[in-house]
């Protein structure tokens, strides 16, 4: 078990949670060697996981991860290249378009399902695999009661549903 008594203090559960992301992309990567996705850039993997969730637009990607358009826009592009995701028109919506993956992006996705499996497995040796099935519901209340409590709009300002 690693040794948290240096760094629990001295960061707060945002500077612990990047720490974990950073940790978990850093896990991916290397899962990723020597496949056909090995040189899909972290962002990327979040736009395409999004993607995967209802087909969402770039605009409604950049909301949720608080970045602009433009870097959505500039991921979604990269995908496309790699023929991951396309856009979709949306009907009756002459503005925007639905990100979709495609059916090689569909393989892509079971190879990333396999990648967090692994990853999630090496977890649950850390904190114990009874314990996964807390720490997922916590970290899910947490997010849930947030969203609620105070929604937040990619410029930082308080919702008008606030």
Do not use: W
């Amino acid at each position: 078990m690693v040794d948290q008594s240096d760094l629990t203090p001295k960061l707060g559960l945002r500077g612990l949670c990047s720490l974990l992301l950073t940790e978990l992309d850093r896990r991916y990567l290397t899962l990723l060697r020597g496949t056909p996705y090995e040189n899909v850039r972290p962002f990327d993997v979040r736009v395409f996981l999004a993607a995967t969730r209802e087909g969402r637009t770039e605009s409604e990607i950049a909301r949720t991860f608080l970045v602009s358009r433009q870097a959505v826009h500039a991921s979604v592009n990269r995908l496309i290249a790699m023929n991951y995701v396309q856009r979709k028109p949306i009907p009756g919506n002459g503005r925007d378009k639905q990100i979709v993956i495609t059916e090689l992006g569909q393989r892509a996705n079971e190879t990333a399902n396999q990648h967090v499996f692994q990853v999630e497995i090496e977890c649950a040796a850390i904190i114990g695999a009874e314990n996964m099935p807390l720490l997922r519901r916590q970290m899910a209340l947490i997010t849930q009661a947030m969203q609620l409590r105070n929604p937040v709009q990619a410029t930082g300002v308080k919702s008008s549903k606030s």
